[in-house]
Nanobody, 116 residues
């Protein structure tokens, strides 16, 4: 059974940092592209950052470029998202995604609230 379990969410003030982690089981992550998506209140699910299976391709949404860093450890089956200089617009549920051309897996999400 495939499971993606996110952790690290919480409530912070603007300008603070959080690190999200996603732990995968039931798959060999080295065969998957991994990503983090965000679903804000009343908004659609948007890609925040993704990283290719060998970490040779990384992309970020314009809204987080320069503030967030995605990384992965295939030996541990994990992908992380370091989030700095958080803004209220970063508020939402952050979901981990693992995909190939054939399959697409999602975690349940971890909530991040940025509020003063």
């Amino acid at each position: 059974q495939v499971q993606l379990v996110e952790s690290g969410g919480g409530e912070v003030q603007p300008g603070e940092s959080l690190t999200l982690s996603c732990s995968a089981s039931g798959i060999l992550t080295r065969f998957f592209n991994m990503g983090w998506y965000r679903q804000g209140p009343g908004k659609q699910r948007d890609l925040v950052a993704d990283i290719s299976s060998e970490s040779d391709y990384i992309s970020y949404s314009d809204s987080v470029e320069g503030r967030f860093t995605i990384s992965r450890d295939n030996a541990k089956g994990t992908v992380s998202l370091q989030m700095n200089s958080l803004k209220p617009d970063d508020t939402g549920v952050y979901l981990c995604n693992a995909q190939t051309l054939d399959v697409n897996y999602w975690g349940q999400g971890t909530r991040v609230t940025v509020s003063s």
